[in-house]
Every structure is written in structure tokens, then in C-alpha cells.
């Protein structure tokens, strides 16, 4: 086989950056080969260095919602660009898509924009301890929240790809102030509070995880965080960063109900988004209760800045990016992503491959060897015959559609994915399923 531009793009990189990306996923450091270097995307399309084109089931790992190169998102930038590209100071964009968050969000009374959801959940836990004035932060196993030191105990994402137990340069002092669950474990939450309550700042959780392959959480147990961290004093943080905007109008907070739920209602005292917010331009925000927000300098103690923060062009592109996003956009997406994911469990099925589909709205993933129990947690998600992932990617890669190059990932599609796309995507499950039934364990 001759060298793609791709192999020669790569081997350059790898000169130039550790292990030739920005960030790790993209090495395909789970799935083997080569990364493909992409050039260019437009709808539900990709298109690599080599000319060759792909659906696209990534969405730039979730922002591409209405699809890629959105006609109406680009005239805005273009608009905000002609303008001047960052100011450092105020601009009125800033309070329109804060506006707009407002709207869909009403958890949400007063919003700090940043600019990597990291910044958003390391600002949300730095605002919880200085809140409460206590430390110790619960998170979840399995669930990521950025490579913010004291969340990467235990991590999804990157971390379970690379089969890292955390991050080398993150201090025990530091992790000694996280206490890391198991997701989905009620008892687990009510024994640390009845152990460490009185020090506990916040929990923190994905409101789906999305970072261990996707997890639903349980009935009631968002509402359940919520309810054990107010009785004790402490904050209740969902990150959102995945999930805000992309599940629904709202989010999964509204997609499930939220402070409506009847049975279980639940609201969070802070929230972060990313992805979406920013319509494919760096932008993440955090958000929640007034009272704790105001906790921010300049009001507050608590410091956070950023010279990049509510960028012009960042928020031009987030206003077009949410007003675009229409009820008949998440109708649209909702349908696709039931079609492919209920298509790919079918052929998987015929070709004899044990699997459960997971899912939170129209984020879904595969987990192999699954099907007895599903994935309730990260210990299940570890458990699953994760090499059966790498051939059935590199096959549907092989018949032009681009996937997470992870199985730990979760699964996007956008209002741009048409009939077309759709056809390339059925057309690659069959043969992907088989790989994937013939694949075995590599030592």
C-alpha cells in the first residue's frame, strides 16, 4: 500500500507535537492506524488530506449539531470577523448568548462565559469550595469533566482510552480531595455523606455520562444528587458540557424533566456547557443559582479570568449556532440517531455480537459483550470486549464513515444528515458487524 497524505502529515506532526496531535483521541492510540488528517467539512461530510469524503459521526465531538459549515453560523462569523477577532473587554454578544442560555435553561439565573469546558468545571468547583468554604469534592468514576487536576481521579474520556488510571503530575494532595463513587451507587453517596458531609463542597456529575461510553443514570438519581448535596449544605454541579443543547433545547436537565419531573424533580445550583454553546468555536460557560454566582470576582472572592473569554467571534458563532437550533432540528436529530443506532444493534445482532446500545436522548454508543446487563457504571464499561471496537471502526472507516475513534466515546449526528448519509451508514453495518464478530483479543 502507498503512503497517504495522511501517513506524511502524521509522521511530520509527530516531529513537531507529543505523539503527533492537541489531543490524545486523536492519535487513534484504541483503534491502531493511521489518524486521518482532515481538511474539510461541510453538513454531515468530512474530508480527509487524501480527497477521500466521510460521514461524519463525530460533529467535531458534539458542536456540529445543525452539521458543519452551517450557512447561517459561517455569515455570522464572518460578520463578527469583519469587526476585529478579540477586543478584551466587553462586547454586546457576550449578553446575547447569555440571553439565549437563560431562555432554555432557567436553572441558569446568572452565566460566566469562559472558554474550554475544562475552565468551565474547574471555575464551577473552585466556586463551590470557596461557596462552602469546605474541600473535599465528589465526582463519579468513569465520568470526565476536562483534565482539571483534581477531576481526573478515575476518569472516562481520553483516560480509559489510554488505560491510565489518572495522570501522572496530578499530586496526592490534590486527588486526596476528591472522593471518586461508583456512578449510579445511592448508597455509596449516602455512606460518604454520612462520613465526610460536613466537608464536602460539591458533587460534581456528567448529567448523562458520555465519557465511559454513554450511561444513563437510573430513575431519580439526578434528583436524588440533588436533593442529599441541599440537605447537607453542599452544591450539586452538572456538567453539561456534552450534553447542554445538544440532547434538546434545554438539555438533559429539560429533556428529563428537570425541576417538572413529578416523580423525581431535580435543579442544579451549577451547570457548565461547552461544545454546542460555542457553535464550533472555542466557548464553554458555567452557570446557576445568583446567590453562588455572585461568589465571582468582581463581586465576589472567589477569582476567575480570562482574556479570551466571551470572544467575539465565539459568541457570534454560539447566538447563530442556538437560534438556529430549532424544536424541528432536535426532532430531526432525534430521529437519525434512533435510525443509525437501532441499524447498527440490528446488524450486530445478525452477525451474532453481543452488545447493548447505550443511550441518553440522541447521544448513543455500542458496548460490546454487554447485553446480559448493559453498562450501569465505569467498572462495566471497562469490562466490555473493547477489542472488537478497532476492526469494526476501521472497516465502516474503510466505506466512508468516520466514527469516534474510541469505543469509550459517544456517537453524534447533526440536522445535515440526510437520506444520502444515512444510505452510506446502512450500507457499512454489515460488514463492520462481521469484523467485529471475527475480532479477537490482542496480548
Not at 446575547?96 to 475544562?118: H, N, Y
Not at 448508597?187 to 466537608?199: D, K, L, Q, S, Y
Not at 451508514?425 to 463492520?432: G, K, N, Q, V, W
Request: proline fraction near 5%; charge should be negative.
Amino acid at each position: 500500500m502507498n503512503p497517504s497524505t495522511s501517513d506524511a502529515l502524521y509522521d511530520r506532526a509527530r516531529a513537531l507535537m507529543p505523539g503527533g496531535v492537541n489531543s490524545p483521541v486523536r492519535a487513534f492510540g484504541s483503534v491502531g492506524g493511521t489518524p486521518r488528517f482532515l481538511v474539510d467539512a461541510h453538513g454531515a461530510y468530512v474530508t480527509d488530506a487524501d480527497g477521500k469524503e466521510y460521514v461524519d459521526l463525530v460533529c467535531s465531538w458534539g458542536p456540529a449539531l445543525l452539521g458543519h459549515s452551517h450557512p447561517e453560523v459561517i455569515a455570522a462569523v464572518h460578520r463578527a470577523v469583519d469587526h476585529g477577532l478579540t477586543f478584551g473587554a466587553s462586547t454586546p454578544a457576550e449578553a446575547d448568548l447569555a440571553q439565549l442560555v437563560k431562555e432554555r435553561v432557567p436553572a441558569v439565573e446568572l452565566l460566566r462565559m469562559v472558554s474550554t469546558g475544562t475552565e468551565a468545571t474547574m471555575t464551577a468547583v473552585r466556586l463551590a469550595r470557596g461557596f462552602t468554604s469546605r474541600n473535599l469534592i465528589v465526582k463519579f468514576a468513569g465520568c470526565y469533566h476536562g483534565h482539571v487536576d483534581s477531576l481526573l481521579a478515575s476518569a472516562g474520556s481520553g483516560v480509559a482510552t489510554l488505560a491510565l488510571p489518572g495522570s501522572a503530575g496530578v499530586t496526592e494532595a490534590t486527588t486526596a480531595e476528591t472522593l471518586v463513587l461508583p456512578y449510579n451507587d445511592v448508597e455509596a453517596v449516602e455512606e460518604a455523606f454520612r462520613t465526610h458531609g460536613e466537608h464536602i463542597a460539591a458533587v460534581i456529575t456528567e448529567a448523562a455520562p458520555a465519557n465511559m461510553g454513554v450511561v444513563t443514570p437510573a430513575p431519580g438519581f439526578n434528583a436524588f444528587l440533588s436533593r442529599i448535596t441541599s440537605e447537607h449544605g453542599a452544591l450539586f454541579i452538572v456538567d453539561e458540557v456534552m450534553t447542554g443543547f445538544r440532547t434538546h433545547a434545554g438539555g438533559y436537565w429539560k429533556l428529563t424533566g428537570g425541576a417538572d419531573d413529578a416523580e423525581h424533580p431535580w435543579t442544579p445550583d451549577l451547570l457548565t456547557f461547552g461544545k454546542v454553546i460555542g457553535g464550533g468555536i472555542p466557548a464553554a460557560a458555567l452557570g446557576g443559582r445568583a446567590d453562588v454566582m455572585n461568589y465571582l470576582a468582581p463581586i465576589g472572592p472567589v477569582y476567575q479570568a480570562g482574556t479570551l473569554s466571551g470572544n467575539p467571534i465565539a459568541m457570534a458563532a454560539g447566538v447563530a449556532t442556538l437560534t438556529a437550533a430549532t424544536e424541528d432540528v432536535y426532532r430531526h436529530v432525534d430521529a437519525r440517531s434512533l435510525e443509525v443506532s437501532e441499524a447498527l444493534s440490528a446488524e450486530l445482532s445478525a452477525a451474532g455480537v453481543d452488545h447493548s446500545i447505550q443511550r441518553a436522548g440522541n447521544l448513543f454508543s455500542v458496548a460490546f459483550g454487554t447485553a446480559e446487563n448493559g453498562v450501569r457504571n465505569y467498572a462495566d464499561a471497562q469490562g466490555q470486549e473493547a477489542f472488537r471496537y478497532g476492526a469494526f471502526f476501521h472497516s465502516m472507516l474503510d466505506s466512508g464513515v468516520y466514527l469516534p475513534p474510541s469505543v469509550y466515546e459517544a456517537w453524534f449526528l447533526s440536522a445535515a444528515h440526510d437520506d444520502a448519509a444515512m444510505e452510506r451508514i446502512h450500507a457499512a453495518l454489515p460488514a463492520a458487524a462481521r469484523v467485529a464478530a471475527e475480532a479477537v483479543p490482542v496480548d
